[in-house]
C-alpha cells in the first residue's frame, strides 16, 4: 500500500543551526500537507503544496514539492527554541481525505 | 471560533470493556476523521466521514472498532471487548471540505487499557 518515509527520526541541533527534514511518498501525490506537533500537543497544519516543483515559505520555514510530486522537504532557517517538536508529511490516498502521515521527524533545539 | 474538541481526553478502563470516545468537529465542517496516534508514530488512519456516512472505513483494525456520525456532526467511536494494545492517543480532526484538504486536530482522547 501506499508509504510516507520521514528522514530523519530525530534531530537535535544547537540554537541558529538550520535543520531540515525529508519526506518520500511511494506513489505520486496530488499535495502534500505538512503538521508540527509540539511535544503533548495534537498536529497543528502548517501548510499544502499542490504544483509539481512548488515552493511556499513561512518566514524562517521553507517547504518545497518535488518535480515527481513524490517527494518533500522542509527546511527551518535559524531555528529557535520555539521550533521544537515533530514535523510530519503527509500525503492524501489518491486524493480522498484519507491522509497518510510519515513517522515524523522529532526537532530538538539546544539554547 | 471553537476548534475540534474531544471528551474525554483520558479514559483508562479494563481489558474487556466497551469504551466511547466523542468527537466535536468544528461547527460546518462537512468531513471529520479518526486516527490513532502511538507514542513515536505518526497518526495513523482509522475511518473518515463526509456528511453522516463513513466514506472510508479501511483504516479500522478489526469489527470491535465502530463509529458513528447520525446527524453529520458529532462523532462517536466506539471500542469493543477492548485490548491492552488499543491503549493510544486517538486523534479526531475534521476539514470544510471534500477531498484532500487540511485538517484541523483536536486535542485527542488518551485510552489506556489495563
Known amino acids: 500500500g501506499q508509504q510516507v518515509m520521514q528522514i530523519p527520526q530525530y534531530q537535535h541541533v544547537q540554537e541558529g543551526e538550520d535543520f531540515t527534514t525529508y519526506c518520500n511518498s511511494s506513489?505520486?501525490?496530488?499535495?502534500i500537507q505538512w503538521y508540527k506537533q509540539r511535544p503533548g500537543g495534537h498536529p497543528v497544519f502548517l501548510i499544502q503544496?499542490?504544483?509539481?516543483?512548488e515552493v511556499k515559505k513561512q518566514k524562517r520555514l521553507t517547504f518545497q514539492f518535488g518535480e515527481a510530486k513524490k517527494n518533500s522537504s522542509l527546511h527551518i532557517t535559524a531555528t529557535q527554541t520555539t521550533d521544537v517538536g515533530t514535523y510530519f508529511c503527509?500525503?492524501?490516498?489518491?486524493?480522498?481525505?484519507?491522509?497518510?502521515f510519515g513517522q515524523g521527524t522529532t526537532l530538538q533545539v539546544k539554547p | 471560533g471553537a476548534g475540534v474538541s474531544q471528551t474525554p481526553s483520558n479514559k483508562v478502563t479494563e481489558k474487556g470493556k466497551y469504551v466511547e470516545l466523542r468527537c466535536d468537529p468544528i461547527?460546518?465542517?462537512?468531513?471529520l476523521y479518526w486516527y490513532r496516534q502511538s507514542l513515536g508514530q505518526g497518526p495513523e488512519f482509522l475511518i473518515y466521514?463526509?456528511?453522516?456516512?463513513?466514506?472510508?472505513d479501511s483504516g479500522l483494525p478489526n469489527d470491535r472498532f465502530f463509529a458513528v456520525r447520525p446527524e453529520g456532526s458529532v462523532s462517536t467511536l466506539k471500542i469493543q471487548r477492548t485490548e491492552r494494545g488499543d491503549s493510544a492517543v486517538y486523534l479526531c480532526?475534521?476539514?470544510?471540505?471534500?477531498?484532500?484538504?487540511?485538517?484541523?486536530f483536536g486535542p485527542g482522547t488518551r485510552l489506556t487499557v489495563t
Open positions: 480532526a475534521s476539514s470544510p471540505g471534500t477531498g484532500a484538504s487540511e485538517q484541523y
Open positions: 506513489t505520486t501525490l496530488s499535495n
Open positions: 503527509a500525503g492524501p490516498k489518491s486524493n480522498t481525505g484519507k491522509l497518510i
Open positions: 461547527s460546518g465542517h462537512t468531513a
Open positions: 503544496l499542490v504544483k509539481s516543483g
Open positions: 466521514f463526509q456528511g453522516t456516512g463513513a466514506a472510508d
